[in-house]
Structure formats: C-alpha cells, structure tokens
C-alpha cells in the first residue's frame, strides 16, 4: 500500500532507499503525525524537536517518490512511500471507522429523504383462486 508523507522539513530520500517511520497517534482524534523518519540505507536519522509523548506507530517502506518544494513560504518535503505490511494502516482504523460511520448515516438520510426507511409495506391483495 503506498502512503504519501507531507513533511514541513526539507529531507532529500532517493528513490529506492528504505526508510522506518515512527509516528504519533493523537488519542482524542486517531491521527497520526511522523516523529522520526530514518533512511536505513544510509542510516541518516530526522527527528522532530520536542518530546516523543502517547502512542506511537512504527513501519517502514520504500521510497517511491521525493519532491522537495523550493521558494516556498514553508519548507516542505512530499514523499510517496511503498509501505511494508499495513504501513501503519493499523492507525487509520480509527479514522476510518469514523469516516465509515458517519458515510452510514448519511446513507441512511438518503433512504429517508427518498421515503425508504420509515415507509410501511402496501398490503397485499386478495387473491381469488
């Protein structure tokens, strides 16, 4: 499964490098936002500034793409990632039941608003044999 990583860094990865990719999981929300990113060909370690705190994701992959923005008001590195595995996939259920919850209940508005879900079968005429 590939996984697309926006980074506010500038990282250069070449294409076909692995990485591992720890990230932080927001316990209130479900999402998750990369803490280190290791090149483990190279053994180059980026790291955020603060305290690593909550639950946190490891997996790792290879490098498919890097596009690094330049001239930007922000730094800022894309990078697609063919992750090993679930890639970390594990942490999107949360995200993803939400979101599957929530696509339920607007289908259910639907079948309301098209009178299908509050609506009493017709009853059934005499058959005459």
Not at 19 to 34: F, K, M, N, P, S
Not at 58 to 77: E, K
Not at 84 to 92: H, R, V
Request: some cysteine; hydrophobic content about 35%; aromatic content about 4%.
């Amino acid at each position: 499964m590939d996984r697309k990583l926006v980074l506010n860094a500038q990282l250069a990865l070449p294409r076909g490098h692995r990485i591992e990719v720890t990230e932080r999981v927001d316990e209130h929300t479900g999402d998750t936002t990369v803490f280190s990113l290791v090149d483990l060909d190279t053994g180059v370690r980026y790291r955020r500034a603060e305290e690593l705190r909550g639950d946190v994701l490891r997996w790792s992959g290879r490098v498919l793409d890097c596009t690094i923005s330049l001239g930007a008001p922000t730094l800022r590195t894309v990078i697609t990632v063919d992750a090993d595995g679930d890639g970390g996939a594990g942490t999107g259920a949360r995200t993803a039941l939400h979101g599957a919850d929530a696509a339920a209940e607007a289908a259910k508005a639907e079948a309301d608003r098209w009178g299908g879900g509050d609506r009493e079968p017709e009853p059934e005429p005499e058959r005459f044999w």
